[in-house]
């Protein structure tokens, strides 16, 4: 059997209760605000988002990222992925009101079934998997929304017939029950990574058939479960204020069509969680087994309604979205366009927000994003901030899924490494002195080799520039990674000199070296570093490819 974002929408008003190998949880938004890390990886989005999920989420992230979230907005504490989908806004004389959501908020359902059984094709996701369903310039539809595609649906629920058009519906003048709007992600995988140049390229939507047979030709690698999202939002306040003909409501995006809404995914679910959970999980929408039984995710895993929404991070993008009252204009200045031709990118927006950046959690001093380079876009084409594509995407492996690195051996004082180092520059002048390149280090996981999340993003980051922020708080080591990240720290963990693997180029400054995947170039004042070693698990290689 089976179903559609339409028939889930209903589930749980059915008469007759149904068991079968799909499961729902509910969450709340963990924060709303204009980041992207798959789309505009390291500086703003050209839009607000409801973001769901682990307490991670920052403008530059991937899997060992979610990882280290001390806590999710969603039932299932082992899944610390992200979803971010655009914030609702109602218009009216030239001011737009952000939409408060209504419980559930986020209704999410995982579907791995066919027929009533356990489908054996389908696959956890990889680490470091993204993608995203929808296009955000749409204005019509153009034939990706229906049964075949991203089946998107907007809900006006009330007493009698609901309200339900693939657009936001038109023909009322209040929901009661709420307006909500769902969604399904794509489940076939051609193996490749996300390129953010084209979002939707490395997925396709399936047919009826199990595993990867349902799947289209040339996206036959993997078959991943089904995740449908309904997003739940209360339209009560604004009863009485529009006719039944009316446009009131548009996405952060300036969409008063509805045809643009898109969803993001960034896989943190903890490895092997799913996969088992997939074999012998059978509640559908009746409750039992409990999420939290063994044949689900064991006992401890499901969190109640309290802790889940306790778990909130502050926004570190410094600028008012409307939940202080209503704005002039969208953030991003997006203007409202309701085609029906695609949304095209406006211009540049005045007023840069600031970004606080994010050391171990907490906020450190705010720095103003730069306007150039970050011309905010409401559609599905991304906005170039980094000069390199994929660049926070570290490069899959091709070794055995059990396969792990050398344990680091050279523990100790590693001396200056010179111009044999690679690194460019080898130094760089600072207000503390002139810090030498130390050479290019593996950045381990659980904990980061360097501190746990990027010291300072949302610039365009160099190692010049890196160097002389760690200076600026007296870190004893600054280290760039990926071409976007910047870390600071006063000791080196569970790391080895691995020279030649730091390639990728500063998004700051071309001519400079921001450390590689999974790899940092290191800089300090003598050019030496001292690794310690601690007991841990380390980042390790494994098929990017999963098992079908």
Same mark, same amino acid.
């Given at each position: 059997m089976r179903i559609t974002v339409a028939c889930l929408a209903t589930l749980a008003a059915s008469v007759s209760a149904q068991r079968d190998y799909y499961f729902t949880f509910g969450s709340g938004s963990l924060v709303q605000e204009r980041l992207d890390p798959l789309i505009n990886p390291g500086g703003l989005s050209g839009h607000v988002h409801s973001v769901v999920g682990g307490d991670a989420f920052a403008a530059t992230m991937d899997y060992a990222t979610t990882q280290s979230s001390s806590c999710t907005s969603a039932d299932i504490i082992p899944d610390k992925s992200n979803y971010w989908m655009p914030n609702l806004y109602f218009h009216k004389n030239g001011k737009f009101t952000l939409v408060p959501e209504k419980s559930p908020k986020h209704k999410i359902y995982y579907k791995y079934g066919i027929g009533g059984q356990p489908d054996a094709g389908k696959s956890e996701f990889p680490k470091n998997f993204r993608m995203m369903a929808g296009k955000a310039n749409l204005r019509s539809d153009d034939g990706s929304l229906g049964s075949g595609g991203s089946q998107l649906e907007w809900y006006c629920h009330g007493p009698g017939p609901r309200r339900i058009a693939t657009g936001i519906p038109k023909g009322f003048t209040s929901c009661p029950d709420g307006l909500a709007v769902a969604m399904r992600f794509p489940s076939c995988w051609n193996g490749q990574e996300f390129d953010k140049a084209q979002p939707l390229a490395h997925m396709s939507y399936p047919g009826t058939q199990a595993g990867t047979a349902g799947c289209p030709e040339g996206f036959q690698q993997a078959r991943f479960p089904e995740i449908f999202i309904e997003y739940w939002l209360d339209v009560s306040q604004f009863d009485g204020q529009y006719g039944a003909n009316d446009s009131p409501f548009v996405l952060s995006t300036g969409d008063s069509t509805g045809y643009g809404f898109h969803m993001d995914f960034l896989n943190g679910w903890q490895e092997g969680v799913l996969a088992k959970a997939m074999k012998t999980c059978n509640p559908g929408n009746t409750g039992s087994p409990s999420l939290d039984a063994?044949? *689900?995710? !064991?006992?401890?895993?499901? #969190?109640?309604?309290?802790?889940?929404?306790?778990?909130?991070? &502050?926004?570190?993008?410094?600028?008012?979205? %409307?939940?202080?009252?209503?704005?002039? #204009?969208?953030? !991003?200045?997006?203007?409202? #366009?309701?085609?029906?031709?695609?949304?095209?990118?406006? /211009? +540049? *927006?005045? %007023?840069?927000?600031?970004?606080?950046?994010?050391?171990?959690?907490?906020?450190?001093?705010? &720095? &103003?994003?730069?306007?150039? /380079?970050?011309?905010?876009?409401?559609?599905?084409v991304p906005v170039a901030v980094d000069t390199q594509p994929n660049s926070l995407l570290p490069v899959p492996q091709t070794t055995s899924a059990k396969a792990q690195p050398t344990p680091p051996t050279d523990t100790g004082i590693v001396p200056p490494s010179g111009g044999s180092s690679g690194l460019s520059p080898p130094s760089v002048n600072s207000t503390s002195g002139v810090w030498k390149a130390a050479g290019c280090f593996l950045d381990a996981l659980n904990p980061r080799s360097l501190g +746990?999340?990027?010291?300072?993003?949302? #610039?365009?980051?160099?190692?010049?520039? *890196?160097?002389?922020?760690?200076?600026?708080?007296?870190?004893?080591?600054?280290?760039?990674?990926?071409g976007g990240q910047c870390f600071c720290g006063n000791e080196l963990l569970n790391s080895a000199n691995h020279p030649g693997k730091c390639t990728s180029k500063c998004a700051g400054d071309g001519s400079e070296i921001c450390g590689g995947a999974a790899h940092l170039s290191i800089y300090s004042l003598d050019g030496q570093v001292s690794i310690k070693k601690r007991r841990t698990h380390h980042r390790h290689s494994r098929h990017f490819l999963a098992s079908v």
């Open positions: 063994p044949q *689900c995710f !064991g006992a401890g895993s499901k #969190q109640d309604g309290a802790a889940k929404d306790a778990c909130r991070k &502050t926004s570190s993008i410094k600028e008012e979205i %409307g939940l202080n009252g209503p704005l002039s #204009q969208l953030p !991003g200045c997006n203007p409202i #366009q309701a085609g029906p031709g695609l949304a095209t990118a406006p /211009g +540049n *927006c005045a %007023g840069a927000p600031t970004v606080e950046p994010i050391s171990s959690g907490r906020p450190s001093s705010a &720095t &103003t994003l730069p306007t150039g /380079g970050l011309t905010p876009s409401p559609t599905s +746990n999340r990027p010291e300072w993003w949302g #610039q365009k980051i160099s190692s010049s520039n *890196c160097v002389e922020r760690c200076a600026s708080i007296r870190a004893k080591y600054a280290g760039t990674e990926n």
